[in-house]
T-cell receptor
Framework: DVKVTQSSRYLVKRTGEKVFLECVQD?????MFWYRQDPGLGLRLIYF???????EKGDIPEGYSVSREKKERFSLILESASTNQTSMYLC??????????????FGDGTRLSIL | QKEVEQDPGPLSVPEGAIVSLNCTYS??????FMWYRQYSRKGPELLMY????GNKEDGRFTAQVDKSSKYISLFIRDSQPSDSATYLC?????????FGQGTRLTINP
């Protein structure tokens, strides 16, 4: 079974802080994704990565950046946290190349609160 | 208009009932469709994965795709309280997965 592990289940930070969310997958997947999930808005794609050191903007990249230095690890960075970034953050991974139709597998999420 | 539309519910049915969950999509280029189940405070888990039109069955679950009407469905037979969750439909685009909003389902014992 694919295992996607997010380092924190719950996190509380203050406005203006730089926040790091970590995600690790154990299946040697090339593709990794960061989403946020909000009531009434569903899942929205923030950033994704096809491979190490590669990154692509999703639908809502503003205020976020990402890092993929190793294949198994994909980090989401909130450069200067704001209250409107309070949300559930979900990481996912998927096998194969850029236009793969393979399904994504998700971690259990990090519920982030910005005070 | 959202590319994938899903009624958010909530939907509440008695144990043992047949449940029908539905989504519509607007992009005719979509060919791969998925259903995810998400329990409270957990991430989405892949439930069903289908390609193009037709039915796919897995135990009590059946996924159905009708590309002519751009309609995807998930049927749950003999529903159980453990099926209570949010169900998300998704369609695979060229680069990204497009999700519906999710339907919150409760099965009452």
């Amino acid at each position: 079974d694919v295992k996607v592990t997010q380092s924190s289940r719950y996190l509380v930070k203050r406005t203006g802080e730089k926040v790091f969310l970590e995600c690790v997958q154990d299946m040697d997947h090339e593709n990794m994704f960061w989403y946020r999930q909000d009531p009434g808005l569903g899942l929205r794609l923030i950033y994704f990565s096809y491979d190490v050191k590669m990154k692509e903007k999703g639908d809502i990249p503003e205020g976020y950046s990402v890092s993929r230095e190793k294949k198994e690890r994909f980090s989401l960075i909130l450069e200067s946290a704001s209250t409107n970034q309070t949300s559930m953050y979900l990481c996912a991974s998927r096998d194969s190349g850029s236009y793969s139709h393979q399904p994504q597998h998700f971690g259990d999420g990090t519920r982030l609160s910005i005070l | 208009q959202k590319e994938v539309e899903q009624d958010p519910g909530p939907l509440s049915v008695p144990e043992g009932a047949i449940v029908s969950l539905n989504c519509t999509y607007s992009n005719s280029a979509f060919q791969y469709f998925m259903w995810y189940r998400q329990y409270s405070r957990k991430g989405p888990e892949l439930l069903m994965y289908t390609y193009s039109s037709g039915n796919k069955e897995d135990g009590r679950f059946t996924a159905q795709v009708d590309k002519s009407s751009k309609y995807i469905s998930l049927f749950i037979r003999d529903s159980q309280p453990s099926d209570s969750a949010t169900y998300l439909c998704a369609a695979q685009g060229a680069q990204k997965l497009v999700f519906g909003q999710g339907t919150r389902l409760t099965i009452n014992p």
